[in-house]
């Protein structure tokens, strides 16, 4: 079975994780790679390149499957982080809107999405059912040359599957109360008010003054300052944490609402260890302090319904309280708006990347 001889060369090329969005071209293929590694389901392609970067920073080998019509939404992470940082990414990638596609839809990416991968840089070779051991030596090539790779999967070479059937959910009847609250302190003081907390443990911040703040509050190896790709903080934290290391994802409202997505799957995947602490000061502080949807919106909801521990938060005693304890758990952290005047971080994104692999071994 084609299936079985894929499995067995991406077995050789040494991958830990598969992370999916399902396709149904090659439904079978996602369910022997669910049976055979480690798996993510994903709710959107862009996180996946967040907790790839994760799992990989913290000494693992993932592998990402996808449609060729959600490629697109996570281009501008692929280049922002995982080219910024030369991060190593093989991708596996469904080719929709070709050989006989009757969906519609699919058919302009599909058309055009050689195009893109050479436009983007991106090396990539195309399976067609009798060149397998192209699939192992791409994957082989991202994990050789840490880059990003591709292998275009011909939709008319799969063996059919039955769809899965599973025996739906029941609720419980449940009261929501999350106590009040009103900002005390803006987010470089709350981070100053965790400075002896966060020493020694293991951070992923989100882009521009976050970042900066902690880095001029604790700069430590064992921080990993994100330059870009807003909104994959927490998407990052999540792959490290999956490798069952304890990690601290200082968030904020406007990247958690890019990418809140990621909240779900922490939630459907994440038993203990990962700390989302989202600063909350309805604001893009980084870009002027325009609002977001949270001077309307409640985060913590968000936490609550993506069935993570949640609290509500107003000074760093407060987050630190919580944070102590070892399940996984969503704190909203109210603050007020504005950035510290601090300057930028005196570090290459490969100066980061390094130090930090080192420091989390």
Not at 61 to 74: A, C, E, H, T
């Amino acid at each position: 079975m084609i299936e079985d001889e894929v499995i067995d060369r991406i077995k050789s090329a040494g991958i830990t994780h598969t992370l999916f969005l399902p396709c149904e071209r090659i439904k079978l293929l996602i369910s022997k790679l669910q049976d055979n590694f480690k798996s993510v389901p994903l709710s959107r392609e862009e996180e996946g390149v967040g907790i790839s970067a994760g799992l990989y920073l913290a000494g693992q080998k993932p592998l990402m499957v996808i449609q060729s019509s959600g490629f697109g939404n996570m281009v501008n992470a692929l280049l922002s982080l995982t080219e910024t940082y030369r991060l190593p990414l093989p991708i596996l990638i469904s080719w929709r809107g070709v050989f006989g596609e009757k969906i519609d839809a699919q058919k302009p990416m599909g058309r055009k999405i050689r195009s893109m991968l050479n436009a983007l840089g991106i090396h990539y070779t195309v399976f067609d059912g009798n060149n397998s051991e192209d699939i192992e030596n791409t994957i082989s090539t991202a994990y050789e040359e840490n880059k990003i790779t591709a292998i275009l999967l011909r939709p008319d070479v799969w063996s059919m599957g039955e769809d899965l059937a599973f025996e739906p959910r029941s609720f419980e009847t449940r009261k929501f109360e999350v106590p009040g609250g009103k900002a005390r302190y803006t987010r470089y003081e709350l981070i100053q008010g965790m400075k002896e907390f966060l020493e020694g443990k293991i951070v992923v911040s989100n882009i521009g003054y976050p970042s900066r703040e902690l880095y001029h509050v604790i700069d430590q190896p064992s921080n990993f300052y994100m330059l870009g790709s807003m909104g994959l903080a927490t998407s990052i934290a999540l792959g490290i944490n999956l490798t069952g290391k304890e990690v601290i994802s200082i968030d904020g409202d406007g990247s958690i609402l890019m990418n809140p997505s990621t909240i779900f799957t922490a939630g459907l995947l994440s038993e203990e260890g990962l700390k989302v602490i989202a600063i909350d000061n309805s604001a893009y502080g980084s870009t002027g302090n325009q609002t977001t949807a949270t001077i309307r919106a409640d985060l913590s909801l968000l936490g609550i319904s993506a069935g993570l521990e949640t609290f509500r938060t107003v000074t760093p005693d407060q987050i630190t309280l919580h944070a102590s304890r070892p399940e996984s758990m969503f704190i909203h952290a109210l603050a007020k708006p504005g950035n510290a005047r601090v300057g930028t971080i005196p570090l290459s994104p490969e100066e980061i990347r390094d130090r930090f692999m080192e420091a989390i071994k």
